[in-house]
């Protein structure tokens, strides 16, 4: 017999002891372990098989939003709101005020219909305004305000500010294309 081949079959017969779970010979303690090492491994693949996925694939499935289209004085006017009639939206939370990298806030569409908020405005006390792009909320629907720059997805939206915006006891205001305030949120 070849002596590589003997050394190469001791060294996947040992491997096999030391991998297999004998049922016989082996205690449960080493049995835990194995579970628990089949669970890290487990784990850790998912986890990178979802980032790489997350890297890759995410940003190519999310449509661009268009901008808002600019008002002229020949284009149609935008329908006038009613300050009496109330729409079910929301400011969620503002989180990272005062730093730029995390500030955002989440506006949410607490109703059961669609809202379109091409036009609305979010602002500050300091009088910092962003315009909303044309994009449509569906019902429950939310979109994340992020005060650096980016590029807008449909859940994703980027003020394009170098500075922060936001100071805790600050009020942020959203505001209707009419101007009437139909939320308002006090930054924490």
Known sequence: MNPASSTTQDFFISLAEFLCYDSITMDRRRLIQYLLLNAFISACVTGAILFWYDRNYRQAALSPVQPAPVSSSDSTPQPTLSPNVDIPVEIVSIVGAGTLTAESVVVR????????????????????????????????????????????????????????????????????????????????
Do not use: C, M
């Open 109 to 188: 569409n607490a109703g059961s219909e669609p809202l379109n908020l091409a036009g609305w405005q979010l602002q500050d006390s300091d009088k910092n305004i962003f315009v909303f792009p044309n994009l449509t909320l569906n019902n429950s629907g939310a979109v994340q305000v992020h005060t650096v720059s980016g590029t807008n997805t449909v859940i994703d939206l980027y003020w394009g500010e170098t500075e922060p915006v936001w100071q805790s006891g600050e009020e942020a205001a959203l505001l209707d294309p009419s101007g009437n305030v139909r939320a308002v949120y006090q930054v924490p």
